[in-house]
């Protein structure tokens, strides 16, 4: 990309249903498991339609309306990297830096590898006038992986490493030539526990406040009447610091700080 934002058109991924512990017997279950199975199939089905429809709308230039068409499937629960990424280039497309942001950071969370994403998200963020708070290089690098790689990763290491202890102790003779093999993926399990675990503790304990209103005033207090701190601009990315019924106490990336009301942002977890 170098001047512009080009839409996807990915195949979306058909949503799975979940299934929670039941007493149903093994029939009634059969019967329970196959009509959900095919509850989801029909939802999946309305799902893709959907996207399409909202696919045909951004070919037309229609970016607004494509937008709600995207953002109505997002609230059904549908997530996956294409949907977002559209729904990041109509919003850009249909004038919302903000909304386009949010909803490319949710897209990169699910796909961080993929530069098309990474590149739109970059142009757009170069729209954004003022100060925001970006991710720290440690972040990112932590972001290459999404959480389930990472504990898929951390689990396959463990279970090699569970393995070679095992065939130590069956085959003591294998145990001298093992050692060294062992401490390594001894080491690596570690390391790769500890990565997951900070991972984890930034996407939970952390957010970043994206604003989505053309000039938000941050007050100096969470109510109507209290004094203004700063103006963010649509698209800044803000530190968020805490939180209160309605409002959301913000941090810039030139220091300032204020609150903002809860509906002039798109929460983004994971700083």
């Known amino acids: 990309m170098?001047?512009?934002?080009?839409?996807?058109?990915?195949?979306?991924?058909?949503?799975?249903?979940k299934l929670g512990p039941t007493h149903l017997g093994c029939y009634n279950?059969?019967?329970?498991?196959?009509?959900?199975?095919?509850?989801g199939n029909i939802f999946a089905a309305d799902v893709a339609a959907d996207f399409s429809t909202a696919n045909k709308l951004y070919a037309e230039g229609k970016f607004a309306d494509a937008a709600n068409a995207y953002e109505k499937i997002l609230q059904t629960g549908a997530q996956s990297p294409a949907l977002l990424f559209n729904d990041a280039n109509a919003e850009f497309k249909a004038g919302h830096l903000g909304k386009a942001i949010a909803a490319y950071r949710q897209a990169a969370q699910?796909?961080?590898?993929?530069?098309?994403?990474?590149?739109?998200?970059a142009f757009v963020r170069n729209q954004v006038q003022g100060a925001s708070a970006r991710e720290r290089f440690w972040q990112n690098w932590l972001?290459?992986?999404?959480?389930?790689?990472?504990?898929?990763?951390?689990?396959?290491?463990?279970?090699?490493?569970?393995?070679?202890?095992?065939?130590r102790q069956v085959r003591p003779a294998l145990a001298p030539k093992l050692k060294s093999v062992t401490r390594i993926f001894v080491a690596l399990t570690l390391g790769s526990a500890i990565v997951l675990g900070v991972q984890a503790a930034n996407y939970f304990s952390?957010?970043?406040?994206?604003?989505?209103?053309?000039n938000a005033?941050?007050?100096?207090?969470?109510?109507?009447?209290a004094q203004n701190a700063f103006t963010a601009r649509d698209g800044a990315e803000l530190s968020i610091l805490d939180r209160r019924e309605g409002w959301v106490q913000v941090a810039d990336g030139?220091?300032?700080?204020?609150?903002?009301?809860?509906?002039q942002v798109a929460v983004v977890p994971g700083a």
């Open 217 to 225: 005033a941050a007050r100096s207090g969470p109510f109507d009447d």
């Open 143 to 167: 972001g290459t992986l999404t959480l389930n790689e990472g504990a898929i990763l951390t689990a396959v290491l463990f279970w090699l490493t569970f393995g070679l202890f095992a065939a």
């Open 110 to 121: 699910l796909s961080p590898r993929d530069a098309e994403l990474r590149a739109n998200l």
């Open 2 to 17: 170098k001047n512009q934002i080009r839409c996807s058109e990915r195949q979306f991924a058909p949503i799975k249903a």
């Open 206 to 214: 952390s957010a970043t406040a994206v604003v989505i209103a053309d």
């Open 29 to 39: 279950f059969s019967f329970f498991l196959l009509a959900l199975i095919f509850a």
């Open 254 to 263: 030139a220091g300032k700080s204020g609150w903002l009301p809860a509906k």
